[in-house]
């Protein structure tokens, strides 16, 4: 509260000296400074917000793998190249793979009940590509592609030697939908490409340049990791001997 002048305790009204300016009272109400900034901080935070778009809805979910699929049956076989795989189950591993109802390789699975899911890698993205859009009804990807079928462990499907990750998978349940089937499966086996295992016995997949596809492109993922599974977490002395990124929470 503002203190009153000596002035003002004399009943009779002051005079003013003569030259002086008159001073105007602010129309209306002031508002405290404090509460002003509360306000000018709340407008703030309202502009900063993302407006969004509506979309219909559709298969907006990017990234995702992209892996060649082997398959065989009945003496022939096929590659097709599948962005909607993923994990479903830990014990056992179960993985699943998407496969258009037209496409040959799903009457290849649909008869063996095998396939093998072989990860792609930068070095051959075209190909992989190409196996996307070609039929091999059509064509022999292997030949035309230079790929190298090596024999399973387990399952009739080759593996493809390019890949630097094979999952030999046994079809266990088919899931139908209008335009594609789920080939839910389990992994029977896995192998590795040697030059990829340290030392230590550490298989350090981050060095095989695998790719993603993000609506309708390919991207090669970054060899430098974001962190590690569960370093949000991590104390600072465990984030230090893992070698893990500094924590973004602790740096405000």
């Known amino acids: 509260m503002m203190q009153k002048s000596k002035s003002s305790r004399n009943p009779r009204?002051?005079?003013?000296?003569?030259?002086?300016?008159?001073?105007?009272?602010?129309?209306?109400?002031?508002v405290p400074k404090k509460s002003t900034a509360r306000q000018d901080s709340r407008d703030t935070r309202t502009d900063r917000v993302v407006r969004k778009v509506t979309m219909k809805p559709g298969t907006m979910l990017n990234p995702v793998p992209v892996v060649l699929v082997s398959c065989a049956a009945d003496g022939k076989q096929n590659l097709i190249t599948i962005a909607w795989t993923g994990i479903v189950n830990s014990e056992p591993p179960m993985t699943y793979i998407s496969v258009r109802k037209s496409r040959y390789s799903h009457e290849l699975i649909r008869r063996s009940g095998e396939f093998v899911i072989n990860l792609a890698t930068e070095?051959?993205?075209?190909?992989?590509?190409?196996?996307?859009?070609?039929?091999?009804?059509?064509?022999?990807?292997?030949?035309?592609?230079?790929?190298?079928?090596v024999p399973s462990d387990q399952v009739s499907a080759p593996l493809v030697a390019e890949s630097p990750v094979n999952l030999e998978c046994v079809v266990r349940d088919v899931i139908e939908y209008p335009s594609h089937d789920m080939f839910v499966a389990e992994i029977v086996c896995v192998h590795?490409?040697?030059?990829?295992?340290?030392?230590?016995?550490?298989?350090?997949?981050?060095?095989?340049?695998?790719?993603?596809?993000?609506?309708?492109?390919?991207?090669?993922?970054?060899?430098?990791?974001?962190?590690?599974?569960?370093?949000s977490v991590m104390k600072p002395k465990t984030r230090r001997r893992m070698n893990c990124y500094p924590s973004s929470r602790q740096s405000k």
């Open 192 to 231: 590795g490409n040697k030059n990829l295992f340290g030392e230590t016995g550490r298989f350090c997949l981050e060095e095989a340049g695998l790719i993603a596809y993000s609506h309708g492109e390919y991207f090669g993922l970054k060899p430098r990791p974001l962190g590690r599974f569960g370093y």
């Open 123 to 149: 070095s051959i993205a075209e190909k992989v590509d190409f196996c996307g859009v070609r039929s091999g009804r059509d064509v022999d990807k292997f030949a035309e592609c230079g790929f190298t079928p």
């Open 13 to 30: 009204k002051a005079k003013k000296p003569k030259g002086s300016p008159t001073l105007k009272e602010p129309q209306g109400s002031q």
